[in-house]
Every structure is written in structure tokens, then in C-alpha cells.
């Protein structure tokens, strides 16, 4: 297993950035594929972003691609999400979820360990 701990989260006015970072712990975050995940009130946990263990692939969901950037320091046992050109629609509670698993998915039921969520909110 896993445990994870967002932070990075805050409020930013439409068009500015924040950095998430996920802090991992547990001897299979290596070998982890990594996740960002959203929910926003009264919707669904909806898929943002996922990593290989490796760092070499990656995956976004349509409405974040040419402005969300992941990456991982394995070595800081770390996982980040870069977020540029931030939209209101963007406003929700961010996780962090890992899979031991070399395949990249965007089901959330596919992740078996789950941080305590960063809030995001986006003003216009």
C-alpha cells in the first residue's frame, strides 16, 4: 500500500497557476502508476491526469491537455501536477491515487490508495 498527502491546493484568479505536489510513502510507490482525480460539487470523481512508474508515459483528461503538466521524482517519492491557464471550471477537490500496476487508467475505481484531497478553487 500506499499513503498519500496532497498540498499545493488554493484560491488563483482565472488564467494563474498552482503546483500540486503528492507526497508518497510505502515501498510500492515506485512501481506505482500515479493519478490526479477531481470532484466538484455535485459532480463525480472525474480522471485528470496519470504517470507511469517510470515517468515515461503519460495521460490527460481532454479538458486539462496543453494546460496540466504531471511529473514524478521517484527519488522524493513525489508526484506533481502542474496546472497553467487555470479556468473556473477547474474549481474542485484535487487527489492524488495510486495503482500497483504498469498500465495507465483513468478509472478511479482501477486505484487502490487515495490522498485526503487538496481544494482548488479558480475565481473569474
Known amino acids: 500500500q500506499v499513503q498519500l498527502v496532497e498540498s499545493g491546493g488554493g484560491l488563483v484568479q482565472a488564467g494563474g497557476s498552482l503546483r500540486l505536489s503528492c507526497a508518497a510513502s510505502?515501498?510500492?510507490?515506485?512501481?506505482?502508476?500515479l493519478g490526479w482525480f477531481r470532484q466538484a460539487p455535485g459532480k463525480e470523481r472525474e480522471f485528470v491526469s496519470a504517470?507511469?512508474?517510470?515517468?515515461?508515459?503519460?495521460r490527460y483528461a481532454d479538458s486539462v491537455v496543453g494546460r496540466f503538466t504531471i511529473s514524478r521524482d521517484n527519488a522524493k517519492n513525489t508526484v506533481f501536477l502542474q496546472m497553467n491557464t487555470l479556468k473556473p471550471e477547474d474549481t474542485a477537490i484535487y487527489y492524488c491515487a495510486a495503482r500497483t500496476s504498469v498500465l495507465l487508467t483513468t478509472n478511479a475505481a482501477d486505484y487502490h490508495s487515495w490522498g485526503q484531497g487538496t481544494q482548488v478553487t479558480v475565481s473569474s
Open positions: 504517470i507511469s512508474w517510470g515517468g515515461a508515459s503519460t
Open positions: 510505502g515501498r510500492t510507490f515506485r512501481t506505482s502508476v
